[in-house]
């Protein structure tokens, strides 16, 4: 558990990593979806897929980040 906010945290991670919402950040290496329709990314990790909300202004920005 940390005491600073998520945005100090995603500024000291890798370019691989993206702020999807205001409670997420996701490694894009396990990025394989981003459904724009419902506004969730899919992750896949070990066999199981995960689905995460994306705030619809994030969308774009990620798409572009895993090109």
């Given amino acids: 558990?940390?005491?600073i906010n998520l945005?100090?945290?995603e500024d000291l991670l890798p370019q691989?990593?993206?702020r999807i919402s205001?409670?997420?950040v996701i490694n894009t290496d396990f990025l394989i979806k981003v459904d724009r329709k419902?506004?969730?990314c899919i992750l896949s990790l070990?066999?199981?897929n995960?689905?995460?909300p994306v705030n619809y202004r994030n969308i774009r920005g990620?798409?572009?980040a895993k090109l």
Wanted: proline share 0%; hydrophobic share 40%; no cysteine.
């Fill in 1 to 3: 558990m940390i005491t």
């Fill in 7 to 9: 945005g100090t945290v």
């Fill in 16 to 18: 691989n990593f993206y």
């Fill in 22 to 24: 205001r409670f997420h």
């Fill in 38 to 40: 419902t506004h969730v």
């Fill in 46 to 48: 070990d066999g199981a």
């Fill in 50 to 52: 995960y689905e995460l």
């Fill in 62 to 64: 990620l798409k572009e």
